[in-house]
Nanobody, 119 residues
């Protein structure tokens, strides 16, 4: 069952920009926090950015001045605006949504979208 759908990845030159989107299915309610993760070949998956239901944001240090996470509750969508992209940003990017399901917090995951930054 598809519940988070990502889009916006692609190939971009160093210094360019991309905007990733992740839309949640309508049956997912009360998302408490969104996150963006990335994984490069041979590397561990790392947390890139998060945003809470109160719009508190947090960023991995290497992207803090370049990336912006935002959300649109009406569209049940989270975005990652990526500016001044660098080759080391190349990875598969995954969105994550934390939502309460009965008595626990459940993690929903997007399918991943490839971001490739050429030098």
């Amino acid at each position: 069952q598809v519940q988070l759908v990502e889009s916006g990845g692609g190939l971009v030159q160093a210094g360019g920009s991309l905007r990733l989107s992740c839309a949640a299915s309508r049956n997912i309610f009360s998302i408490n926090a969104w996150g963006w993760y990335r994984q490069a070949p041979g590397k561990q998956r790392e947390l890139v950015a998060t945003i809470t239901s109160s719009d508190i944001t947090n960023y991995e240090d290497s992207v803090k001045t370049r990336f912006t996470i935002s959300r649109d509750n009406a569209k049940n969508t989270v975005y990652l605006q990526m500016n001044n992209l660098k080759p080391e940003d190349t990875a598969v990017y995954y969105c994550n949504a934390k939502s309460p399901v009965l008595t626990r917090m459940y993690d929903y995951w997007g399918q991943g979208t490839q971001v490739t930054v050429s030098s």
